[in-house]
Structure formats: structure tokens, C-alpha cells
T-cell receptor
Framework: DADVTQTPRNRITKTGKRIMLECSQT?????MYWYRQDPGLGLRLIYY???????NKGEISDGYSVSRQAQAKFSLSLESAIPNQTALYFC?????????????????FGPGTRLTVL | AQSVTQLDSHVSVSEGTPVLLRCNYS??????LFWYVQHPNKGLQLLLK??????LVKGINGFEAEFKKSETSFHLTKPSAHMSDAAEYFC?????????????FGQGTELSVKP
């Protein structure tokens, strides 16, 4: 079984609809992330959470909200979907190691959710 | 501020020939650097990471990358391309001074492998 799962894998919706994308992980990591991928732009961070009570905005959080229901679950919501939110969305988790005063985070990605807003 | 630039948006090689995917970074610190691969309709898989230990980093599937501070580069190489290597590759930098450091992604390089 995959360590990071996302549901649904594909979704087509209409402008103005509320959409929720879900992410679950079995890696036991505290830190979770939501990204969107657009052609030619790489991945951009939407929100991230260091633990259940710690949620932070990323570089493109407008139009999105998140909920960290438990250590293993992190949901992304589009309150009122618009066409330019059509993208591939990735959830990720990370572990962290500290050595010589430096942190090293390695992120592990889910398979992605392809969202189309008409 | 940190940034990463992948110098080629598309690279095409023949099967059995070497692969070189170029990445330059900008960072005020000695960064953590990663290469991820994304196969069509798949998520991102970690190929390798540099974390201030050995400058030559070996990853999965025969890939390796060398951290060159003087050139601010972290190029990805493989001696002999395989058809299954066709995918998109992302060079990524993170801030090593902060826990839960956010990743900054390059724009990606699409690798095509011809028979």
C-alpha cells in the first residue's frame, strides 16, 4: 500500500462549487503539505502543517483552505472553485533530521489529484 | 532568497547514451538539494538528496549528482539512458536552517529517450 494516498485521483467540477481533496499518510510524519502543479511552473506550495495545531499559508493560499483532522489526514478545500484552479494537486509529508545545526527535510509525495474546473 | 534554475526545459537522448540534466541554485546558505522524478500520470519520486555530506550523491536507478559550491550547480547525470528514464525531472532546494523547510522547485526538465 502507498504511504501517501490522495482522493479523489481525478475530479471535474463547475465554477462556484465547493471541492475537498483529501490526503492520508501512514508514514507517521508530523509535517504535511499541499502543492499545485501547473505546466512550466513546477510545484508551488499552497499550505503546510507542522502538526495538528500548526497550519501555515504557502505562496499561493488565496482561494484555498485546509483542515488537519489528525496527524495522518490533511484536507484541501476550494471554497468556490474557479477555472484557473484547474491543476494537478499534490499532498506531501516530510520527516526531518538535524545534524551539525542544519535541518534536512525529505518530502514524500502522494500520486496527485487532477482537478478540472469548468 | 533561495531559487533554483533548470537550464533545459527539454532534453532528448538516445538509449544507452549519457544523461545530463543541469541545475543551478541560489542560496545564502549551504542548501539541501534534491532531484525528484515524475513519470507520466504519477506522483513525484525522490531520486537523491544532498545534505552537506559527500558532494557526489548517488541515487536510485543509476542516477547521481555532484554538488559544486563554486559553480552553484547540482547537475544530475546517468552514464547510460534507459527507455524507462523518460520522465520529467525537478531540481529542488530547501532552507537547511529551518525545520520543515519549504521546498523551492525548478521549472522541470522533460527527458525523452529515443530507441
Amino acid at each position: 500500500d502507498a504511504d501517501v494516498t490522495q482522493t479523489p485521483r481525478n475530479r471535474i467540477t463547475k465554477t462556484g462549487k465547493r471541492i475537498m481533496l483529501e490526503c492520508s499518510q501512514t508514514k507517521g510524519h508530523d509535517r504535511m503539505y499541499w502543492y499545485r502543479q501547473d505546466p512550466g511552473l513546477g510545484l508551488r506550495l499552497i499550505y503546510y502543517s507542522f502538526d495538528v495545531k500548526d497550519i501555515n499559508k504557502g505562496e499561493i493560499s488565496d482561494g484555498y483552505s485546509v483542515s488537519r483532522q489528525a496527524q495522518a489526514k490533511f484536507s484541501l478545500s476550494l471554497e468556490s472553485a474557479i477555472p484557473n484552479q484547474t491543476a494537478l494537486y499534490f499532498c506531501a509529508t516530510s520527516d526531518s533530521a538535524r545534524a551539525s545545526g542544519m535541518w534536512t527535510d525529505t518530502q514524500y509525495f502522494g500520486p496527485g489529484t487532477r482537478l478540472t474546473v469548468l | 532568497a533561495q531559487s533554483v534554475t533548470q537550464l533545459d526545459s527539454h532534453v532528448s537522448v538516445s538509449e544507452g547514451t549519457p544523461v545530463l540534466l543541469r541545475c543551478n541554485y541560489s542560496s545564502s546558505y549551504s542548501p539541501s538539494l534534491f532531484w525528484y522524478v515524475q513519470h507520466p500520470n504519477k506522483g513525484l519520486q525522490l531520486l537523491l538528496k544532498y545534505t552537506s555530506a559527500a558532494t557526489l550523491v548517488k541515487g536510485i536507478n543509476g542516477f547521481e549528482a555532484e554538488f559544486k559550491k563554486s559553480e552553484t550547480s547540482f547537475h544530475l547525470t546517468k552514464p547510460s539512458a534507459h527507455m524507462s528514464d523518460a520522465a520529467e525531472y525537478f531540481c529542488v532546494v530547501s532552507d537547511p536552517l529551518r525545520q520543515g523547510g519549504k521546498l523551492i522547485f525548478g521549472q522541470g526538465t522533460e527527458l525523452s529517450v529515443k530507441p
